[in-house]
């Protein structure tokens, strides 16, 4: 039975920071499929479109038929746990550090048999749930599970190095007085943040949920005004070394398209909130972040974006609003790759229209903030690098997937 | 009268018998602005972008990029920020005639009645009160309407409610009186705006923006220090930048006394 994890204590000032090391990381191009899987928290393997046949490792042939047709589908992940070793030493720096290391043979029900790293509560002979993960270097890993849930199960220390867990973990939500990053607030805190900042821009200015937002346990409010670096960069010079997972909860939502708006007073303060409060937080907390990301069971851990869907193709009846949201999208994938360097995952949400006053008259379905808010704790504690929260964004995301022109003009009308 | 004397005046300044007293907030970008529903254009709060800090940017020099609205922090409004002056001759802040821009005060006190009721109106008798007292106030001189609200920070500066903000300032009849019976320069406040906070539901609305704009008065707010002034006798200095077609600048308000 997993040990549960005890709340860390306050760090010796007089040790050193331990630098992130990184498990080994080149995959083939046609291994990527894996990691596009894992970054959604699905299990997909090849299968062969002619044969049928479900392949792992990923290949450019099948193995059975020599058919070049490989699609990557969701594919059963259940199977049983042949032969596990412990490894107890290693020439590899990230996993000498981590010693002793779990790996097994797992038999797919669905047929082939992988590699993959062991839950403590698994045994040999065991029934399993394989789940791809994203390590720390950002490649797909498999991770093999008990096939039922067993208590503590998250606290497991190999899992919570393929997690971003907020349990006993310090989390910084950029913009408290929104509906959604109240809820996050109350989310993260009751997944067992130990600590949740909470920024506030204006303090001068009232604002809906600030009592409520006061009372949610471990909250402690911050000045932070996302549109001000002389802020971002105080508020990170104070907190940075303090926060492992920083959501940015900052929006700017208005309707119209390019056309529409008169001149660029508003266009400005949406890019200054998004794009620009994006590109100060990564600049003022990102270093930090960087640098800890092994800092024991409270290590930096993840930079979460919240994002509307229509980053990722335009809606023009929220034009201009669409288009600073897919600067911000490009700017996370930069972070993304900015932060990997120390092992600090970049999480995307992705959502439709919220439940929220400035979606008032978009009808139905929409996302409720505290909806938004349980998806991106609980991706957070799969370790996702993408989450889509919702009818609407799950619909945008399949339909890209088929045909993205004719989603384009179907938006647009 | 013989010329006056400048240099006379220069040494006065410097010996400190002619004190200047700043009466200008310093532009800080917590400094609250004037807030509108969200929905409708915002005027721009101060930014300032480090450019470089004898750093890899520029070795041996320090400098900022700023940014900011016409009506960020202490600040100047020209009659062409209203639409009453819209269409004045000379109504913007790049055209102003240079000699408007220096000008004697009077300060009248209601910081008292403020204390009392955030929502306070000064009227025309708190006006000729204070005529009985320190004489007729002199035709174009600005009128610095004294309150304490700078002495006020965060919440209590903004006074935000529910139904809005609540910070005193003039009715619309003293505005009227000042105007056209005393030829007023302009209007000094301490508050964020030279009208009173609830002032969108006075008629006119907005009454002290309405009538000296439209008369091609001035107006300067979020003003500061007032409790160092006379009631009479100084000499206010408020050039604001040459923008051109400007409705109002930031600026620095430099308030000439006489020491006592
Ligand atoms: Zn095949």
Redesign the interface.
Known sequence: MTKPLVRPKRKDPLKKTRVPLLPQGVRSRTALGLTAAAAEGRFRLQVCADCAAVIYPPRDACPRCLSARLPFRDVDNRGTLLAETTIRTSTDVYFRERMPWRIGTVQLDAGPSIVAHLHGDLREGERTRLQLKIDKSGQAIAMALPAEDTPNMADDPQWRELTCDPKFRRVLITDGRTAVGQALAEAVSEAGASVVFVGVA?????FPGEDRLRKIERVEIVAL?L?????VNECAGEFAARVDILINTAEYV?TGGIIDRKGL??A??ELEMRYFGLTRLAQAFGPVLRARGADGVNSAAAFVNLLSVYALVNWPAYGAFSATEAACLSAAQSLRAELRQGGVKVLNAFFGPLETEWYQAVPPPKVAPSALARAVVRALQQGQEDVFVGDIAEDVRARLAVDPKALERELGS | MSAPDLLAFASAVAAGDIEVIDLTHTLT??F?TI?MPP?L??C??F????VSRYDERGLGWYWNNISMGEHTGTHFDAPVHWISGKDLANNSVDTIPAANFIAPAVVVDISKQSAANADYELTVADVTAWEKQHGRIPPRSWVLLRTDWAKKS??D??N??EDGQHTPGPSPEVVRFLVEERDLHGLGTETIGTDAGQAFHFNPPYPAHYYMHGKGRYGLQCLTNLDLLPPTGSVIVAAPLKIRRGSGSPLRVLALVRRA
């Open positions: 204006d303090p001068w200015k009232p005004d549109t001000d670096t002389i802020s208005r007073t508003v400005r303060e | 970008p917590e609250p807030v929905e254009g915002q721009a709060p930014r300032m972008e480090e965060g919440r500066y903004v935000m409610r």
